[in-house]
Each structure stands twice: as structure tokens, then as C-alpha cells.
């Protein structure tokens, strides 16, 4: 059974940084595109930012220049690297990765979500 599972998020003050993770567990052929999305408190969830298996990056314009997204293909692992962090970072991160698994095909699994708190 594949899944995604988000160790990390928490509580961290203004200007401060905290490094997400999401590593894909259970059997698969491969995984290709991660993401990391967020529902901020009373708000449709966004995209934040997306890598390819490749490496090619893309961000949404209110996190560029402070979070970084990277993976390690080894590990199944992608990370969120979030600095600078503002009271508007406030909301629940999901990662999610298009997986594919041999005889069912590829589909979009997401994590269960973890809550990262930036206080004021």
C-alpha cells in the first residue's frame, strides 16, 4: 500500500525557518511530479510549489525567494525549506506525488497533512 507520510511541521516565531518532509512508503514502480500545497485557516488550499523528476522547480509568487523545494530520489523523500517566515505561512502543508505502480497505473497520492503555526 503506498502512502505519504508528513513527519515535521510545528510551531515557529516570525522570521524563523522549519524543513518539511514527505517520503513515499509501500511498493511502486516510480514517482514523478512532488508537490507541496497549503489550506491556510479558513481558505482554499494553494499550490506552493512543485518539482519534477527531473529537478525543474516552480513556485508560487508569495513563497518565492524564501521556501525551496528539493527531493531525493533515493529516499522517495521531497522536502519544503521555509524561511522567513510570516503569521500568513500559517496552514496545513500537504505534499502529494504522482506514483506509479506496476499493473494499477499512476495516480496522485497526498499526504495526510502536518500543521506549521507561525506565531506573531
Known amino acids: 500500500q503506498v502512502q505519504l507520510v508528513e513527519p515535521g511541521g510545528g510551531l515557529v516565531q516570525t522570521g524563523g525557518s522549519l524543513r518539511l518532509s514527505c517520503v513515499a512508503t509501500?511498493?511502486?514502480?516510480?514517482?514523478?511530479?512532488r508537490t507541496w500545497y497549503r489550506q491556510p485557516p479558513g481558505k482554499q488550499r494553494e499550490l506552493v510549489a512543485n518539482?519534477?523528476?527531473?529537478?525543474?522547480?516552480n513556485y508560487a509568487d508569495f513563497v518565492k525567494g524564501r521556501f525551496t523545494i528539493s527531493r531525493d530520489n533515493a529516499k522517495n523523500t521531497v522536502y519544503l525549506q521555509m524561511n522567513t517566515l510570516s503569521p500568513e505561512d500559517t496552514a496545513v502543508y500537504y505534499c502529494?506525488?504522482?506514483?506509479?505502480?506496476?499493473?494499477?497505473?499512476?495516480?496522485?497520492?497526498w499526504g495526510q497533512g502536518t500543521q506549521v503555526t507561525v506565531s506573531s
Open positions: 509501500g511498493r511502486f514502480y516510480s514517482v514523478t511530479d
Open positions: 518539482i519534477t523528476s527531473g529537478g525543474s522547480t
Open positions: 502529494t506525488a504522482e506514483i506509479f505502480v506496476l499493473y494499477q497505473g499512476r495516480s496522485t497520492y
